[in-house]
């Protein structure tokens, strides 16, 4: 089978390279170029015993490619996606830039693949979630969709990630020796970029809700864990049949008994979700906890099965589960 | 000097152990026994060089003891207490056993340090906070003493542990292979032992308020960081003033103005405590962080502060800061 | 097409659950039964998200499958071997019983495979080699076969491994609260069990010379290193070119420019090895470092390594690289 | 008591800070200035609950301090010790730049404490030795005095070492995402800095052996394992006694009946050996093994001893055992 050319700008960090190693394996799909502006010209492992060597960001063809994707930085995707256009390339952009409540100009559509998938399939350019936000997200979407939180309430969103989070660019705060039996909070006060993401998705889902969201660095190297409490209108008589039945088919998306953990999703492009009635509080309040590895289904994994949507694939194809 | 004789029954555990390490470095207090009835004629490691060779728990000279430390199990105390307050022996217990909310019989002081100093100074038994609640009522202490928190609110606590606070008893999924590059939630559903403590102890400090307490295990050996989300009754202009002014003088408490991180209580008899109005919500909130070393602030180290408490000594000797 | 059904007895261990894994996507064989004794009955995860419930060893339906792999303890194994055989069923044999220098009676072919590969597709039984002489043998084969180890000298292994090759059954010094932070010696004084089998191979080689083996726990899961220092006849002018050219179109064996890291090995059935003269000593001296996942190379994926030859299928089928 | 002032120059670094800590805690020294160029006027933690505020080191009022420890970078020290000494203050250099083997044109007494105590006693200059040296050569030591090494033998050191070992520059190699579940050897070949320094003292020692050793990189913060194999001129009866003979009354040496882990070194100043004869060789071969914490025994700590002597204090003021 003729494989469809296909790019990726930003290739040398975490996402990047998670990238290229599942494109590298995808049965329909060729790596045309990777892209690394600081190591062009350099090679790298990217995954098993796969190694990629790096163009410019600049001198990647773009025209010979059906598809980019850009994992660039926050705040430098924009010129590139609009040169990918150009060249005819669809694209699927992992920055923050174009998600809703950060601002961005271009018209993209969300990538959260199960809640907006025929939006998705027929847009020229998707802004990938951010990570926090698909763990969170896939979640809360079967309460939300039904209007099931309480009015004028506040959802808190505990989560802890994996430090490949915080990428590979080397500060101190990130050595294994400051990270190894450590563990804290960071954008406490709910300030954190996400933040906007999250509360855009809810207010498009219609609820009336606030969300409060304080992240944590975890010492793993990928997995993200959010905790979510969500005040009810109601008490819910058997929360889990509500995601099995709105998920029913998903093939990236596993309802557990228990809470999932870190170690059952690694690698792999799914989230697993669990909810527990909240036993001694007056309130009816469920908690919902929710996992996925950052790099797979939290950045470069989505990425793919939006990809496969945009062409027309399988969206499965390529990805591990 | 001559050094008062104390004794510690179940001192083949962490906290065991680590109270073992403390009394042979302290100044005062000499030990006069380590009792662990399946190790007895055993030697073992206690930290730094140190060893101790363990006696049967039922053998324990307490007649010998001005004090006696119960490291016991949960459900195992009751029996050693009664035989130590006969042999004349003050005790500190650190099992679950006689803390409020778990229907313990004997009357007991409540030892969180800062809280109830004057009472625990005239007592002759001490039930020793378990881990959680330590941190979470040091850190609600200030807010619940002055009646700050919206009545009826649901205060929700998220903190995740270091294995140690699950102890020495091997378990498959305590083993190393199992909770390395891993991390979840337990006890979901607000149904942790620790709860019933917490909660007698916020309707002692007279709130109405309902406590939302989710654990969670951490890759690490020591720690607890604690993750509170708490309504306030009305804004609150500058909140760390509030933990600061109520600390004052505290040498095991340390406020600070960013979120602690595990890393700085390792080892340490201290709590450390952040709190940050919560932006982008409706109702006045604070996110509130506390760390603790499980073993120290959060069981032996608490423990001897007590001790230190009962015998009129200094409540800092021999306490690592 | 129609799969082959293979079985695996002592399916609840670390090596055993790899195995089911890598059957359950198998592209020819179909597993037909997974045996653990103390957990019959009982489902389990082996990996991703699929699981498998077991059933009795004793009950296990030995008579439908083609093959048997037994992941049994050391010394359990002889029995359900012969019952494999006397059923019509090929073995397999992970456990230290049959192998080399373990004075075992059964006949079996040693299942180093890109040494015997011949013998191995001819057996009915094999013998899975150990997980630290996996790595070690492969690193100094083209050594051996060359004759070029000076004669009467000691090869000193220095090996580390991560905490599965310990197994899942619990002890206390395997509890993650131990191993972190942590790195020591064992079987110091050249004791190690695996030492037999490594003579054993190095004499059928015809080298007359000594291994000394010091072996290490490492605070990861998974993965060995081998530092192997080898006193050479005479100098090697490019080391690294003996083993390219004895492994040249080998799948499974990887050599590098540089010492291999574990990581790079995770999840792969592959080993990686390197090789570097010895500056500063007067004696022509080559380090030797080698690479592999003890769980799959060491053990699951090397096993079924040999079950597709004795099968007759592609030595590669099912194998992740 | 007066204290004596003593200043630290290159405070920021790992060792700094933990100097600084030691310091701080010190019953008869006092930290007149912490220096750090890069960070002037900042303020950090260097443990526990002490903070320091660096000055930078070009301002450093070198003439209040009766010693400075220079723990500068490799390369960066001449200038420094240079200029204390002129200022009348005595020097404990903590970088390469004076040990002997690596062609410094100061004189200065090689601080091996346990071996050289007298030498350092009346220095005015100390070098303090590099940590793999430390544990090395602390284990060899009463082999090399006595001569019972075999001439012409090859010593080989295989060690392992923490992260924190390579200081707190960050790379990307040293990330928490790199070095998590990872273990690799760096240096093979043996081109590490540190051998020349242990070829000086084996010569200064009379023996007439090679050194071959090969350093690892673990994924701990602290730590170093020294795993050393050394062919005898003839067996060793007992050989536990020849260490216990040589460092009677050491305390800062503990003698192991079995192989020392690093959690039994961590945060203090401490070498702890022990050795075993090989048994499956034909020549007379020990096996030593040496752990130490690398930034207390292997820098600050061992610096901390020798400045002790240096000022005429006890050896072990102000040390951890």
Redesign the interface.
Known sequence: MHKIPVGVLGASG?AGRELCALLLRHPALALAFAGAQGQRGQSA?VG??ATVTFVGNDEAPLDGAALVFCALPHGASAPYVTRARAAGAKVVDLSADLRPGNGGCTPAAYGLTEWLRDTIRGADVVANPGCYPTATLLALLPLLERGLVAD?A?I?V?A?S???GAG?????E?????????????G????HRH?AEM?AAVAALGADV???F?P?L??????I?A?I?V?LREPLAEPLALWRERYAGEQFI?ITA???????V???N?VRI?A????????P?L?V?A?IDNLVKGAAGQALQNANLLLGLEESAGL??
């Open positions: 975490y492992r098993g015993g004028g506040t808190t505990n802890a994996g430090v490949t590979l660019t080397p500060k101190p990130l050595l294994f020796g400051e990270v190894t039996e450590n563990f804290t909070a960071y406490v006060g709910n300030e933040l509360r606030d969300v409060l304080t944590h975890l010492p793993v190297a990928r997995g864990l905790t409490t005040p596993e228990s809470a999932p953990a870190l170690r059952e690694a690698h792999r799914v669990s527990t009635s909240a036993a001694n509080v007056r309130t309040t908690v906890t996992a591990p589960t």
